[in-house]
């Protein structure tokens, strides 16, 4: 390790001496010794207090020793002494990203890109910040120009791969993502964005076998000493099926355990404790375990989420009978009779999913469809936000019952009430589906995967209509046409002599 003296340089050191004191805090810098780095800067400092590119390096430094915002001090400095270093701005966009401010990013890597720093690593920061900005085309021109500039960088390859995904380019993005795994076969990011994208054009063979060898990217893998199952009849072994992720994951793949208890002896199912007892009432499973919990002895395991690649499953074969998770009948109805349409709504999903922002809406947004005359409303939102809350107490119209379920056999109970359920894409919208209730579920532009794309149907759920979005980002017209449909449905409802069967039905064929 280089050894600073605490002592201050000589008070006229030789300027020769001083820049190879300044190439050496680049070499430490470089060299991941950013400490070091920082240390001999602030030697400098007192010597060269104009020189900007001394200025950059402490600010870069003090950024990969986590001070971002001490770095970005510097960097401005810097900046205003050489306004005209495409380096200087270039670090300033790298600092501002850290910092998430991405449109900041954006622009600095853009003016040191005017100053011709045209490197395919300013193109690909740029294009990463423009992702989060949302600016996906801008942000796949970008990725582009990275990978036209260095054609072996996989992450690049990646990144375009995801932003042709995200903008309903499938196949586009699966030679993206296909370009990324040739540089490097084990890029499990880029391994499950191409299974993703393979699945969302209905290849579900294919998809779920590419699907299955990387689906723990982005969760933490289970391991024990048992096989992992891969479909072999086990008729005297008992099956652990474990969930790892969303609990509409679980309730959605919840459909293939039936063919697994085929195949096996005895079958033990582990969720999430919000689903314990909603499972163990479905009687889904000889034995229903919320995670956390002892696991009894098995013999062989694998996640609920491998079993569609391990039964071989297309589009044609999905079990979608429904309903094909059935809740114990209780006697006391949670809903009060009403001749009106009973609808109940959910407008936000949980803050913790990596594409809430783009699935969720706002009450404010969401509020023109609980206008619709003639219904009686239900919330069964949960959790309700704080920013929704002050609109939702002048709804007096709208029930809460979200704020009463304990879990979600309690949200099951309320569902079965319902006439219909109005849901963006949530586990309620899952629930509603596997319980074969009629179900509108309102779609972002660049979708989940198992909505695939245009079509207002789904083979997952018989009873489930999407509303989609034309644009991204765009919800007024989503939302006026749900109001619209409602208004319709509950015109024809209130039509119909009182003791008419069923209230409804929908033809999504």
């Known amino acids: 390790m280089l050894e600073l003296s605490n002592n201050p340089p000589a008070s006229d050191p030789n300027p020769g001496a001083l820049q190879r004191a300044l190439k050496v805090a680049f070499d430490l810098h470089n060299s991941g010794r950013h400490v070091d780095a920082e240390a001999l800067c602030r030697l400098l400092l007192p010597h060269l207090p104009q020189d900007g590119q001394l200025l950059m390096l402490l600010g870069l430094a003090l950024q990969k020793t986590g001070r971002a915002p001490e770095a970005l001090k510097y960097l401005d400095q810097a900046a205003q002494l050489e306004p005209k270093s495409a380096r200087i701005l270039n670090s300033l966009g790298f600092i501002h990203q850290s910092l998430k401010n991405y449109a900041k990013a954006a622009e600095y890597y853009m003016q040191a890109i005017g100053l011709g720093m045209g490197a395919a690593a300013t193109y690909y920061s740029v294009g990463n910040a423009c992702y989060q900005l949302g600016e996906l085309d801008r942000a796949a ?20 791969g995801k932003c042709l995904s995200d903008t309903n380019h499938l196949e586009e993005s699966i030679q993206a993502y296909n370009q990324a795994m040739s540089i490097n076969p084990e890029f499990a990011m880029a391994g499950y964005g191409r299974a993703v994208a393979i699945l969302a054009t209905g290849r579900l063979l294919e998809g779920f076998r590419e699907y299955n060898q ?22 005297a072994q008992t099956l652990f099926l474990h969930t790892e992720q969303g609990l509409g994951d679980a309730i959605q793949y919840s459909r293939f355990i039936p063919q697994a208890r085929e195949r096996a002896g005895k079958v033990i199912l582990e969720c999430r404790p919000q689903l314990k007892s909603f499972f163990a009432g479905c009687n889904c499973a000889d034995s229903v375990i919320a995670f956390g919990e002892p696991i009894p002895p098995f013999h062989r395991f694998t996640s609920i989420a491998s079993l569609p690649g391990i039964l071989g499953v297309t589009l044609p074969t999905i079990p979608n009978q429904v309903p094909y998770l059935k809740i114990p009948v209780t006697g006391q109805p949670l809903l009060e009779r009403d001749a009106r349409l009973k609808v109940g709504v959910v407008w936000a999903g949980d803050p913790a999913h990596h594409n809430n922002a783009n699935r969720s809406l706002r009450l404010e947004q969401f509020a023109p469809i609980l206008r619709v005359p003639g219904v009686t409303y239900y919330s069964l939102q949960v959790p309700m936000h704080a920013h929704d809350e002050t609109l939702f107490s002048s709804l007096t119209h709208v029930r ?5 379920f304990k879990s979600f056999l309690d949200t099951a109970t309320a569902v079965a009430e319902l006439d219909l359920v109005v849901a963006v894409d949530t586990s309620v919208a899952h629930l509603a589906g596997a319980l074969g209730k009629p179900v509108w579920t309102l779609i972002p532009y660049a979708p989940d995967w198992r909505w695939l794309l245009e079509r207002e149907d789904t083979p997952w759920y018989p009873t489930m209509r999407l509303f989609r979005q034309k644009q991204a980002g765009q919800w007024p017209t989503v939302i006026a046409r749900v109001a619209e449909e409602l208004g319709r449905l509950a015109a024809c409802k209130s039509s119909r002599p009182a003791a008419a069967t069923p209230v409804f039905s929908l033809d999504i064929s």
């Open 141 to 160: 021109g970008f990725f582009k120009k990275a990978v036209e500039l260095q054609p072996g960088d996989a992450a690049s390859w990646n990144n375009l």
């Open 214 to 235: 990387w689906r723990t990217h982005g969760v933490k893998s289970r391991q024990f000493a048992q096989l992992e199952w891969q479909g072999e009849r086990i008729p």
């Open 400 to 404: 809460d019952l979200g704020g009463q």
